[in-house]
């Protein structure tokens, strides 16, 4: 692509943040951009408050030219994250899925093929995961006690989605493969889990046990899927917990566990934050939650998807349908 198409393109996007990179670099793709020059391309669209798909769009043609200095980079890369973090992206963007086949995503990736062979106890935050925390969490989200949204940043950093447990939200981000999408929501209704089982920890154990029921769950429906983010320490948790040792709790699992912390501890992503409190200290709303889930998993532990011979519980019938009415009454939220 030469200059001119490139203008032509960014300017089809959005044209203010064309014209501005346009000043910044006189219309060439190939001039040096620093870290001022950056901002001033950046910033205006995000004190809006808003980003559209098509500035997101944008915002990634600029990200990903080969004119950003080091400086500009890590303006951008900070920009970025900071739009995600303060939800500007999903105000320009957002959908609620609402529907069977708005959530199709959402079932496929919380089925047994995915979901079945999560069994191991956390060495971190000792809480237990089980198939029937996910099928308690996608009761939740159809009972509307957790909503879905998917935005579209344009896969600005790779950023697949995210659980806000304060919302009792968790957002898709449009552009990811299919199985790259089921391991991220594997990984974000870990979260919900935690959440919903106030869970008190810190930020690199509860991490670690979402990669590792994201791993189980992707290389348990592919043995060849190779997009982990920590791929050895992952494969590596994921095999003892099949051969029953992470729920022993013995000496190999435990050491597998703390090499994948080592390693989230390590990345830019988690170093600031690894050793953070996880665990609200809203009492009421987090007992609100407790109350909520216990009446979800004791409608859909997994034994009971299982002899009814059905991995969706809208094929349990009139009581999966007394459920979600006895959910929706409790709680008032």
Sequence with gaps: MDDREFFTKLASLDRGIADRWKRATGGRL???VGEKAVEAIVIPVLLTKKVTASQAQALAMVFHTEGLNTEARIFMVTAIIAAYDNDIFFAGSAKPLITRDDLQPIDAALGMA???KIHFTSPGTGMTYAPDLYNAIRGLIYAGKIRVFEADAALLLTRLGNYRGDLNRIVLYKGAAPAARAEMIVHEVTHAIQDWRNLDSTVKFIEADAYIAGAVAALGANPDYSFLEYKAEQTAAKELIL??????????????????????EATPTYRATSNLKFGGADKKGRADKATLFKDALAYFKADNIFAAAVDDFYQMGSDASKYVKRLLALGGK
């Design 114 to 116: 995915n979901v079945g």
């Design 30 to 32: 190939s001039a040096r």
């Design 243 to 264: 051969d029953g040792s992470a729920a022993r709790m013995d000496r190999a699992w435990t050491e597998a566990y703390a090499n994948l912390v080592k390693r989230i």
